[in-house]
């Protein structure tokens, strides 16, 4: 599962060739793992921001809470970043998996209209399998 994900990001700038409907749902289920992991580390850094607010009194609690607060912040970067480059790399995954069913690469513009477009664009056309 993991070498679908790692050979998409091999194939980052690349538009020519074709891919499979695993290497596609593979690096989207990824994809969309990392973003929730990047939203739980959004909610516990505002959580601990929240907590280095309260008056507790306790220097040594607080220091603790900042210190965990900074570490959770840092570590909400990395699948943030990740994140953000899967945007590039989607695009021409989406380009290899139009031409691997055998449709011109200009259908990707299907998928900007509303609900409609990007229903129809995900079940039809990058579900279908590949065509030899």
């Known amino acids: 599962m993991l070498k679908s994900y790692f050979t998409t990001w091999k ?32 909610v516990l850094s505002n959580y601990f921001s929240y907590l280095k607010n309260i ?13 965990l ?23 021409p995954l989406t380009v290899r998996r ?5 449709m011109k690469w200009q259908w990707i513009f299907f998928a900007y209209f509303p609900y409609i477009g990007t229903v129809i664009f995900a079940l039809i056309f990058l579900t279908r399998p590949s065509v030899e």
């Open 11 to 42: 194939k980052a700038f690349q538009f020519q060739g074709r891919s499979t409907r695993r290497d596609y749902w593979v690096f989207q289920l990824i994809s969309f793992l990392v973003g929730v992991l990047s939203y739980v580390f959004v």
């Open 69 to 91: 607060s900074l570490i959770i912040t840092l570590l909400g970067f990395i699948p943030t970043l990740i994140l953000g480059g899967s945007i590039w790399v989607g695009l």
């Open 98 to 102: 139009i031409r691997d069913v055998g």
């Open 55 to 67: 008056e507790t009194g306790d220097e040594l609690t607080l220091g603790i809470v900042r210190l």
